[in-house]
């Protein structure tokens, strides 16, 4: 009689949750998100037909947990704004009011010259360099293909590059 889902995940907890959390941890390098990682592997466990993946279960099991650690990786690096990056700065006593002002404005004068490009490049530059995306993601927001989205950041680059004064570069 074959496994059912419930069974399944129980015997993948008790042979594999250890090593998984290791596994996790050695990626996120934190043992509350590693749990929660091998946590959402175990419940997307569950929601598979326990025939598809009971004989390659093992491998399975890590390479759905890498690439949830991967995926929380990647969340965590976008929810960082760049307001909360000013703050900690302005809260270690680093940068000074006048510091921050002074980059905010030279961040507002470069957006303004950034707007004079085509939208397209304007757009995969902003995705880029404040959202912190990656190509692919890049891509996957506009449609575009990530050889195009190279390209336009390349050529946006050159030609904000050539436009923007001196002290903005």
């Known amino acids: 009689m074959a496994e059912t889902s419930s069974e399944l995940v129980e015997r993948a907890i008790s042979e594999f949750e250890s090593p ?8 996120v390098h934190d043992l509350d998100r590693a749990r929660d990682v091998v946590q959402d592997t175990f419940i997307r466990l569950y929601q598979q037909d326990a ?4 004989d ?19 969340k965590e690096k976008r929810m960082v704004p760049m307001e909360d990056e000013l703050m900690a700065s302005r809260d270690s006593g680093v940068d000074s009011p006048d510091t921050i002002t002074s980059d905010n404005e030279r961040v507002e004068l470069v957006k303004s010259y950034l707007a ?6 304007a757009t995969v530059i902003i995705l880029k360099f404040e959202k912190g995306y990656s190509y692919q993601e890049i891509s996957d927001e506009t449609g575009l293909s990530t050889g195009n989205v190279g390209f336009l950041i ?3 680059m050159k030609r904000l590059r050539e436009i923007l004064p001196d002290d903005l570069q």
């Open 20 to 27: 998984l959390i290791g596994y996790a941890k050695t990626i």
């Open 51 to 54: 025939g598809k993946v009971s």
């Open 56 to 74: 390659g279960l093992k491998s399975w099991l890590f390479t759905v947990c890498r690439n949830r650690a991967l995926d929380v990786l990647r």
């Open 116 to 121: 004079r490009l085509p939208e397209n490049q």
């Open 154 to 156: 390349h050529t946006g």
